[in-house]
């Protein structure tokens, strides 16, 4: 049976009040506060901005209950502030995402299969991945879209290869398995890039190097460059995308969102020297192969 503990939800709090508050708290036995915060994502970068209010709302864990004047001296210290306490029931959130996460075919034969669980009959090749806290599954429209365009729309056998934006290395092992030579990724978040250095281990990769350094500092071109980012991301990176391009070279980009593609296309594609050669959707979402 699981182990119960108790949530204390407060509204109504004043900013200049949540070091008093908190410190209240703690010395009635919280084991841990966390805030609501509101968050704006820009199009046009990547982090997303912090919106704080006057007010706040604070979530506090305790591990069993608190004193039962706890809430009466709380709401009396500090007027104005509306107080709630549940009973929660301890969930193993890890093992229950685990069993909501099924093996599935990334594109045609090529199948994603959960380190825990038996690769399908069905797949000739899989990648086997452990995304741990690290965003990427490979079950979202983009990257689905973005494997579709490397299987079906280009040539990777023999090819040098730079994934911009790895994640947990999905693509970077797609690249392999169809037969790149080589294989280089970057990838800004730290927990990202270790959770790639050990899903290339999962899948004994031999020829994909995770770099913990930005596109702008890596040397030398590519025959395919790979970039599943944020169209606003992608127009930042326009021209360093185009520097690490071979001559002949290849460029697939996915992360468009349907509606900003007329920014796209004036920020991006009207402004570079590369040849658009397809554009492909999958629900929302936009992708472009590029050429000289």
């Not at 010395?27 to 509101?38: N, V, W, Y």
């Not at 706040?56 to 069993?64: I, N």
């Not at 797949?123 to 690290?134: E, Q, T, V, W, Y």
């Not at 579709?148 to 392999?176: N, P, W, Y």
Request: one cysteine or more.
């Amino acid at each position: 049976m699981s182990n119960p503990y108790f949530v204390l939800n407060l509204q109504g709090l004043k900013r200049q009040d949540e070091d008093q508050v908190t410190g209240f708290c703690f010395e009635h036995g919280a084991a841990g506060i966390h805030e609501d915060l509101k968050f704006i994502q820009e199009f046009d970068h990547y982090e997303p901005k912090t919106v704080y209010d006057d007010e706040l709302k604070l979530k506090v864990y305790f591990e069993s209950s608190p004193p039962e004047d706890f809430l009466p001296l709380l709401v009396a210290a500090f007027p104005g502030v509306v107080a709630e306490i549940n009973q929660e029931e301890s969930q193993d959130w890890l093992e229950l995402w685990k069993k909501g996460f099924k093996a599935f075919a990334l594109t045609g034969d090529i199948w994603v299969v959960p380190s825990w669980l038996e690769t399908p009959a069905d797949a000739k090749k899989s990648i086997r991945i452990d995304p741990g806290l690290a965003f990427g599954t490979g079950t979202h429209e983009t990257t689905q879209l973005a494997a579709d365009m490397m299987a079906k729309h280009c040539t990777f056998q023999g090819q040098s290869v730079l994934d911009v934006g790895t994640g947990t290395g999905i693509l970077a092992i797609l690249a392999e398995h169809l037969g790149a030579r080589l294989v280089e990724a970057t990838e800004i978040v730290d927990l990202a890039r270790e959770v790639a250095k050990e899903n290339l281990q999962l899948n004994q990769a031999k020829n994909i190097k995770v770099h913990d350094m930005q596109i702008q500092q890596l040397d030398g071109v590519f025959d395919v460059v790979i970039a599943n980012i944020i169209d606003g991301v992608l127009i930042e990176l326009r021209e360093q995308l185009e520097a690490r391009l071979a001559d002949d070279g290849v460029l697939i980009m996915t992360g468009i969102w349907h509606e900003r593609w007329p920014h796209f296309d004036q920020h991006f594609l009207q402004k570079t020297k590369l040849k658009k050669v397809e554009r492909f959707q999958n629900g929302d979402w936009l992708g472009v192969i590029l050429r000289p």
